[in-house]
């Protein structure tokens, strides 16, 4: 599976690729030669606006045409045929993009808020950044928007 790079001009992005299941690693960094480095060592290919680092480094750098993250995300989806699957979804930490893992309901009872902790079953946690997820009303809200790709 294609990894990504994404540069400070590109945030957004890196969360929607995170949400479809892509090992997606974001950095907000004046030197951008560090993210060169990266990706050759990781075999990533890194997602930015900067035109000079695209055209200075083609094998690694993908220029993004798109002015807004959506449009960005469409532009990455279709330039690199990513497949989008309803068992990749939620599967990384939209924050950090460690892998989730799941963890039982009784573990989470103090963690959550009461409403959510009654009314849900499963929940992942980041081992990482240690963020509880659970599946809420965004996950609909993102599956309609993945559906109109």
């Known amino acids: 599976m294609i990894k990504f790079i ?5 945030g957004g992005l ?10 997606t690693l974001y950095f907000n960094i004046q030197r951008k030669i ?17 035109k000079k ?6 094998e690694f750098v993908i220029y993004l045409e798109g002015e807004d993250t959506y449009s960005q995300f469409r532009e990455v989806v279709k330039k690199f045929n ?4 309803e068992v990749n979804l939620f599967r990384r930490c939209s924050i950090c993009n460690t892998k989730l893992e799941e963890i039982k309901k009784e573990k989470v009872k103090n963690l959550v808020p ?7 079953e499963k929940f992942a946690i980041c081992i990482k950044c240690n963020k509880i997820y ?16």
């Open 34 to 50: 560090e993210l060169i480095r990266i990706a050759e060592k990781e075999n990533r290919k890194v997602l930015t606006k900067d």
């Open 82 to 85: 990513l497949e989008i699957k």
């Open 114 to 120: 009461e409403y959510i902790y009654k009314n849900k």
């Open 53 to 58: 680092l695209a055209e200075k480094y083609p």
């Open 134 to 149: 659970w599946e809420g009303d965004h996950c609909k809200y993102i599956r309609e928007r993945l559906k109109n790709l």
């Open 6 to 10: 994404t540069d400070g001009m590109c």
């Open 14 to 23: 890196a969360r929607w690729l995170r949400l479809i299941g892509y090992d």
